[in-house]
């Protein structure tokens, strides 16, 4: 079993940038496709990016793409979210999660087995 704890979120202004970071303990996260997804208050947690286990081949949400850089280090077992030119609708609890299928490109939820507890961002306009 993985244990995931997110860190690095905060309040910005628009048009700022934060960089998350998703670290792992109990398993070396090389083993998992790793994802970004976010929940805003009153809406439904969605996918934002997506790594597979070598760290290439990312997948992004439309609403992201050009701004939201996902990348991992396997070596530190930690995955991150480079965030660019924020929004006040990027504004959501960031989750990362690990799916132990170990492949595929799934953007659903319900995929993936272990997440972290969250990391607030709030983008003030």
């Known amino acids: 079993q993985v244990q995931l704890v997110e860190s690095g979120g905060g309040l910005v202004q628009a048009g700022g940038s934060l960089r998350l970071s998703c670290a792992a303990s109990g398993r070396t996260l090389s083993s998992y496709v790793m994802a970004w997804f976010r929940q805003a208050p009153g809406k439904e947690r969605e996918f934002v990016a997506l790594i597979n286990r070598s760290g290439d081949s990312p997948l992004y949400a439309d609403s992201v793409k050009g701004r939201f850089t996902i990348s991992r280090d396997n070596a530190k077992n930690t995955v991150y979210l480079q965030i660019h030119s924020l929004k006040p609708e990027d504004t959501a609890v960031y989750y990362c999660?690990?799916?132990?299928?170990?492949?595929?490109?799934?953007?659903?939820?319900?995929?993936?087995?272990?997440w972290g507890q969250g990391t607030q961002v709030t983008v003030s306009s």
């Open positions: 999660a690990a799916d132990s299928k170990g492949w595929g490109r799934r953007v659903l939820p319900a995929s993936y087995d272990y």
